[in-house]
């Protein structure tokens, strides 16, 4: 079973600074994914980076870049020069690459909370 | 990019009536998508996962002729709620996967069910 944990329910952060957010994960699958979404308001799931279990180099998309720290099973997500609309609900997830179902098991989720 | 569409974003109904909410991958193929509700301010939770040409498959809890799933194109996925009541209500959230180096979920808008 995997099991997912985010200790951070809210966090804040001043625009143009950089955040980051923890995840930290628990599988016994040799391999597997680490997925970071973001949830604004109006719902939608919105994905933001992916790290493969054997990738060599942290995963960096624009702003965000992915923490990945494979010894300490974490993966931890920066914002970099964070904006007032990285305002929302961030997920971190996991999805074991052995098997067919492919489902995604969710951390609880962190508030981020852009301030000017 | 990957877009998947959800509709009706939001549906009131009485109590008693059933509600189909439909879950449509516009720009990609997926022959697996999955079926998430989300109470307030908690994770996503995964009710089923949709194959195509197959039967669902429910999370233990979840009730088969509750939740009616039905994946008959590669592009569309329907979740049905028979005989709705107010325990009902809730945001559910469909996901598509798209088959690919990272086999990612992408998300709809989701859909906010309430049930009078």
């Known amino acids: 079973a995997q099991k997912i944990t985010q200790t951070q329910p809210g966090m804040f952060v001043q625009e143009k600074e950089a955040v980051t957010l923890d995840c930290t994960y628990d599988t016994s699958d040799p391999s597997y994914g680490l997925f970071w979404y973001k949830q604004p308001s109006s719902g939608e799931m919105i994905f933001l980076i992916y790290q493969g279990s054997y990738d060599q180099q942290n995963a960096t998309e624009g702003r965000y870049s992915l923490n990945f720290q494979k010894a300490r099973k974490s993966a931890n997500l920066v914002i970099s020069a964070s904006q007032l609309g990285d305002s929302a609900m961030y997920f971190c997830a996991m999805r074991p690459n052995t098997g067919t179902a492919s489902k995604l098991t969710f951390g609880t989720g962190t508030r981020l909370q852009v301030t000017l | ?116």
């Open chain 2, 1 to 116: 990019g990957a877009v998947v569409s959800q509709h009706p974003s939001w549906v009131i109904c009485k109590s008693g009536t059933s509600v189909k909410i439909e879950c449509r991958s516009l720009d990609f193929q997926a022959t697996t998508m999955f079926w998430y509700r989300q109470f307030p301010k908690q994770s996503l939770m995964l009710m089923a996962t949709s194959n195509e040409g197959s039967k669902a498959t429910y999370e233990q809890g979840v009730e088969k002729d509750k939740f009616l799933i039905n994946h008959a194109s590669l592009t569309l996925s329907t979740l049905t709620v028979t005989s709705a009541h107010p325990e009902d209500s809730s945001f559910y959230i469909c996901s598509a996967r798209k088959r690919g180096l990272t086999d990612t979920q992408y998300f709809g808008p989701g859909t906010r069910l309430t049930v009078l």
